[in-house]
Structures are given as C-alpha cells and as structure tokens.
C-alpha cells in the first residue's frame, strides 16, 4: 500500500475539472498528483497533466491501481464542486483503500 499525503495547503480540489492537474503551474495538486509525487515522479513527469498516462505506472509501479477502472472515481470526488471536504476525504480515502493508496491528510 503506497502511502500518500496530502496537503490541504497546496490540494487543488472542489473547483470542477476544467483546471484540475496532477501539478498545476502555480504547484498546486489534485490528489492524484500527491500519488504521483509518493510514487516518487517528478514535478517536470506531472505537470500540467490531467491524469495518470501508463507512462507513469511503467516508472511507477505503486501506481499500477490506476489500471483498475475504479479509480477513475478519484478524479471525480477531488473535481466535484458542492462537496465539503470532510466527506471528500473519506471518499478518496475509501477508494484510495481498494486501489493500494492510503491516503491521509494534513494542514
């Protein structure tokens, strides 16, 4: 199980698809971006990416979840707008469970 923190401070969430990155410009992440970065990729392989390529999982392994159609769901609960971030959380940490991530996060 790959361990992934997040940090609210630089989470990139609730704001809709339209400008959601693993790494944006300004450093900010969705929470698919901080897998990445535990999986130990770099800020110049995830920039500006929307989601996980199978480029990655070739140098990541940790991330071969990402091949399960269900975390495509991971997407979805960090983008969706109306959602308070307490039930965000858990939701990305449930899914996060079946698909080998345990997700935590931090202030």
Known sequence: MLKVVVDRQKWYRGQGPKESKLLR???Q?????????????????IEDWATVQEKFIKKA??????????AAGLYSMNDTKHLPDPIREQQIYELGQQIGLDF????
């Open 104 to 107: 935590s996060f931090v202030d």
């Open 29 to 45: 992440m969705c929470c698919v971006g901080f897998a990445c970065k535990a999986a130990r990729l770099t800020d110049a392989q």
């Open 25 to 27: 410009t300004d450093g």
């Open 61 to 70: 392994p940790a991330l071969s979840g990402f091949l399960d159609n269900r």
